[in-house]
């Protein structure tokens, strides 16, 4: 079973800069493409980025799209969101989610292509 545990988020201020990290376990991790989700409060849960299994290949939501980054190291079962000038609108709850390699698919933002999820971690951003 895979287990997947967040960490890194906090309050910042607007314009900072935060790293999420979310680590694997279970299987192999190089068998998963991964993903990272987002719930505000009163609102739906969202795509913001996705990795295929070697990093190769990365894509992201339009609101983030040249603020975040998406990266993972297959060493050490960790997948990272680096977030830069964040703004109001990004506090949520942010979900790290693994799928299968092969069902990573450009452009694909729903949830239920995801296999697995983390428990989330807070990331709230004062104006």
């Known amino acids: 079973q895979v287990h997947l545990v967040e960490s890194g988020g906090g309050l910042v201020q607007a314009g900072g800069s935060l790293r999420l990290s979310c680590a694997f376990s279970g299987r192999t991790f190089s068998n998963y493409a991964m993903g990272w989700f987002r719930q505000a409060p009163g609102k739906e849960r969202e795509f913001v980025a996705a990795i295929n299994w070697s990093g190769g290949s990365t894509y992201y939501a339009d609101s983030v799209k040249g603020r975040f980054t998406i990266s993972r190291d297959n060493a050490k079962n960790t997948v990272f969101l680096q977030m830069n000038s964040l703004k109001p609108e990004d506090t949520a709850v942010y979900y790290c989610?693994?799928?299968?390699?092969?069902?990573?698919?450009?452009?694909?933002?729903?949830?239920?292509?995801?296999?697995?999820w983390g428990q989330g971690t807070q990331v709230t951003v004062s104006s």
């Open positions: 989610a693994g799928q299968m390699k092969y069902k990573f698919r450009v452009g694909t933002t729903t949830e239920k292509e995801y296999d697995y």
